[in-house]
């Protein structure tokens, strides 16, 4: 299961219902900030989440809608110690910007904290047994732009019944077998894998992109995606505006999760001109299983189950 939580979801500025885009994804026992636009902190401390192992940051691009909450945060991270490290990954462009930033943070000072700038290029990012994390190439306005692809490896299931018939007793022979070691037993005989192992589920598959501005170059790396988080600025109407500022309007982003595949679609990065309402309209006739993502919204995408909306104990 990932879950998802929105702490920004506005475009460009803010407005009094949105802030500015960042979003954190988990996965075990990992967390990501996805883009960390002005206010970020606030949202963090109100989202519940606060400032814990939140040491890996993926940016989608350099605007300064994405980024200028890392001045911010770097700051207090140094301030109060509570984190001593962190990375921060995306193009060259952004972290060009970033680095600047940083430089008015910390001036001529070596800074308390260690923040790693790590220049991405397109493909695996970091993985696990059971996890990998890879980034694609993006179109929008200016260069360097990215996609995160989350997904958990396809797995093969324990089937505890034949192993029980098969007298595996419970231990590390079990573990053994689902690492793909046959195991010896007492009496001689040899299990195989294969003898207690069902077909391989694929793995759960899910993708944040950030602003776009085509979406035929994203139908492959979203493929299949059970979820799938894409901004929509603009609404039909105003089309040639979308496509002059390098941004998608709904029609589109419902358009690519027809074409992808997808299974749910998430929309954020919405302008102000806008009321949540209009954006669902134009999407969800295209694509019924639409959501247009709010500040905090905090969601379970997991295999086989529809879109879960966390309720929020206030
Ligand atoms: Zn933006
Ligand atoms: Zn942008």
Known sequence: MFELVFLGTSASAPSIQRGLPAAIVIYNEYRFMIDCGEGTQRQLLRSGLGFRRLDKILLTHGHLDHILGLAGLASTFARWEMIDHMEIYGGKWALDRVQVLMAVVFGRYQPPIRVEMIDLKPGVIMEDDAFQLSCFPVTHRGPDNYGYLFQEKDRRPFLVDKAEAL??????????????????????????????????????????????????????????????????????????????????????????AVGAGVEHLILTHISRRYAEREVLDEARPIFANTVVARDLDHFQIRRDAPLIKVEREM
């Open 167 to 256: 007298g595996v007793p419970a231990g590390p022979e079990r573990a053994r077998l689902v690492h793909g070691q046959p195991v010896t037993l007492p009496d001689g005989r040899t299990v195989e894998p294969e003898d207690v192992l069902g077909p391989a589920r694929p793995g759960l598959k899910f993708v944040f992109i950030g602003d776009a501005s085509r979406i035929d170059d994203l139908v492959a790396p979203v493929q299949g995606a059970h979820a799938l988080v894409i901004e929509a600025t603009y609404a039909s109407m105003e089309v040639d505006d979308a496509r002059e500022y390098g941004h998608l309007t709904a029609r589109q982003a419902a358009e690519l």
